[in-house]
Each structure stands twice: as C-alpha cells, then as structure tokens.
C-alpha cells in the first residue's frame, strides 16, 4: 500500500513551457486534490475531484487544468508555465463525504520551478 | 473572506517540556478541524482532528481543544521530542466535498 504518488519529484521549465504532473493513490478514495504550496502562504487549493470524471475549481486554477479519467489518478497540467507557478505542488486525497472522515492524506510533492 | 490563521509564526520549546500550538479560525460554521504536521521536504501528515460537537479529543501525546465561543483550536504536545519539530498547520473544514482551509502554519523547533 504505497498511499498516494507523485512524479516527478522534481522539475524545471522554462517561461512558456507545457507539463503534467501525476498523482496516484491506491486506496480506493473518491477525492483528491491539488495544492500548491508556497512561503508564507500555507496550503492553497488549485483544483479538486469528487469522482472519476469530475473536477471542479479550488481558490487559485488559473494556469491549471486537470483531469481525473481514472479513479486512484488525479493529473495537473499546466499549459503554459510562468515564474509564478514555481512552487511545491502537493497531491492528496480523501474519503469524501459518504464516509465522513474528512481527513485528507498526502503525497510527498513535486518541486516546480520555472525560470 | 473567512480564514484561518496562526497566532504565532515559530515556537521554540526544550526537549521534553509541553508545547502548545494555537490557531484561531473566523468561520463559526465550519464543523471539522484537523491538524497536520510536515516535516521538512515531506508532505503533510495528519496529527488529530475534532468534531465541533466536542471541545477535547485525545491522541498518543497529542491533544487538540476547540473553544467554539472564541473561535479557538489548539494542539498540546505531552513531553516535546526533537521529532516532533516541524510545521504544524492547522485545517477546517468550510463546506461541501471535504474541502479543506489551511493556516499558514507554524514552526515548532525542539531545543535539546
């Protein structure tokens, strides 16, 4: 039982440049989220899932997209990537409210920088 | 809007004292919160977390405490180890799809 995933740990792009990042969870959860996580600013929500299939926006998307085909997979994509999305980007999930148990587990992050 | 936030940005406690890490919260609906903690380069991991239908909940050395009247979370850590230095951050939960609002987090550094 691996929890959740991320790859790559690690990653630099240049202005303008297109990425995906994966996230992988194997314990059969419904939710999972996309974080960002910057100095001083704690956790921000970027994106969320509530099921395979469905997405919805969190408090900062813009630059984001995601997809969610499959159930333990949550994919971030950033078509265009600016300085201002250099940043840890934290992957987790979660139950979901059928079960209310609301805690969220994470995986270890990937580190995104962007020159 | 309504957030959550820490009182203190960093907290130095010598090893094996009590340390106790608080957080005050704006939104007097939200009925769950969480604490995790996050070790350098790790990811969060979660500590305890409490229903605002209780005001004390008990863990392995750790306890959390929520004063609905003035909007107040804390956790108490029993015999502070070096281990337990990291970040600590504190969550509610703000609606809807188990979303979940974050403190900015504080420092907890243990002096031996």
């Known amino acids: 039982n691996a929890g959740v995933t991320q790859t790559p740990k690690f990653r630099v792009l240049k202005t303008g440049q297109s990425m995906t990042l994966l996230c992988a969870q194997d314990?059969?959860?419904?939710?999972m989220y996309w974080y960002r996580q910057d100095p001083g600013m704690g956790l921000r929500l970027i994106h969320y899932s509530v099921g395979e299939g469905t997405t919805a926006k969190g408090e900062v998307p813009d630059g984001y997209n995601v997809s969610r085909l499959k159930k333990q997979n949550f994919l971030l994509g950033l078509e265009s990537a600016a300085p201002s999305q250099t940043s840890v980007y934290f992957c987790a999930s979660s139950l979901g409210d059928r079960g209310r148990l609301f805690e969220q587990y994470f995986g270890p992050g990937t580190r995104l920088t962007v020159t | 809007g309504e957030s959550v936030g820490l009182h203190l940005p960093t907290l130095s406690v010598q090893e094996g004292d009590n340390s106790i890490i608080n957080c005050a919260y704006s939104n007097s609906a939200s009925d769950y919160f969480i604490w995790y903690k996050q070790e350098s380069g790790k990811g969060p991991q979660f500590i305890i977390d409490i229903r605002s239908n209780m005001d004390k909940r008990q863990g392995q050395r750790v306890t959390v405490l929520l004063n609905k009247t003035v909007k107040h979370l804390s956790l108490q850590i029993a015999a502070t180890q070096p281990g337990d230095s990291a970040v600590y951050f504190c969550a509610e939960k703000t609606g809807a799809n188990s979303k979940l609002t974050f403190g900015k987090g504080i420092t907890l550094s243990v002096r031996p």
């Open positions: 314990m059969n959860h419904e939710y």
